[in-house]
């Protein structure tokens, strides 16, 4: 069981007061209206208090909806050498409960990448807080449960995310037509800028998500007019689920960090997406 490295700082520590919180959360936000079924999801991962009510929007479109498994792709923040990252623990602990690993995908997937070229390694006791951050949410939306497939990208190349991409279509395609898959990405957006210019900087980067333009959100990242810090994660879940069927990118929400610290004289921007398969 991996132990939870930010429960208590990221978010409550108290099954009850996460509950709550998330609820509230969700409680608040108002879902896009969005048609077709719901395939993926673009989510903040800054701690709760900052970007859940973000978060919030986009998962709320999961109530009702119910996903045998989750692929949940985030940053890397730690220095490890490997290009990419998962857990070598049989479950992820919140205080919410247990998210049991799909270990089956991720040895398929191993073989994949190392076709690849792309070195893969499984961690224990890893501390990375954006891919843990958005689990409570997905433990309230679904409550039937589901599995997980942890992945955690320490090279957010394209070169990356398109071999990355690849492997994943391999890997939805092998499971059953009945089981529903969903896609994640946790990336926050600009960091530290007055809240002016993170606003200039932050809708270059949601005018190329609307496209679902991943060439663009590369070029922004490389010329400095636009940041991601999960860019990798973004571009492979675009390219994945773009190379199973026709896809639709709403956005839910936008906001910075000023809407609770007022601080607008540096502030980390958060937005929310909700992707959808077409009717």
């Known amino acids: 069981m991996r132990p939870s490295p930010i429960a208590g700082t990221w978010y409550p520590g108290d099954p009850f007061d996460l509950r709550q919180i998330v609820e509230g959360f969700l409680e608040k936000a108002t879902a896009p209206d969005v048609r077709g079924q719901v395939t993926g999801l673009i989510v903040p991962h800054a701690g709760l208090i900052y970007s859940g009510l973000s978060a919030a929007h986009a998962f709320k479109t999961l109530i009702n909806r119910s996903y045998q498994r989750v692929i949940l792709l985030s940053p890397s923040h730690n220095p490890y050498e490997p290009q990419l990252l998962t857990t070598a ?7 919410l409960g247990e998210v049991p690993v799909d270990h089956g ?4 997937l191993a073989g994949e990448l190392d076709e690849q070229g792309v070195s893969f390694r499984a961690l224990r006791a890893d ?7 958005e689990l409570p949410f997905l433990q309230v939306t679904q409550p ?4 997980l497939v942890p992945l955690m990208l320490r090279d957010q190349t394209r070169h ?3 071999m990355l991409s690849e492997s994943l279509c391999v890997l939805l395609k092998s499971y059953p037509v009945e089981e529903k898959t969903l896609l994640v990405a946790s990336s926050d957006l600009s960091h530290f800028y007055t809240e002016s210019e993170a606003g200039r900087l932050d809708h270059r980067v949601i005018d190329a998500l609307e496209t679902m333009d991943v060439n663009r959100l590369y070029e922004l990242n490389q010329t400095g007019k636009g940041q991601a810090c999960g860019l990798g994660a973004i571009a492979t879940v675009l390219l994945t689920l773009q190379k199973i069927s026709p896809q639709s990118l709403t956005i839910a929400d936008y906001r910075t960090s000023a809407a609770v610290t007022q601080d607008r004289s540096s502030v980390v921007g958060y937005t929310s997406a909700v992707i959808t398969s077409e009717p």
């Open 127 to 133: 501390r990375e807080h954006s891919l843990e951050i």
């Open 144 to 147: 039937g449960g589901f599995t």
């Open 160 to 162: 990356v995310a398109r």
């Open 105 to 108: 995908s991720l040895v398929s």
């Open 89 to 95: 623990h049989e479950a992820y602990a919140t205080p």
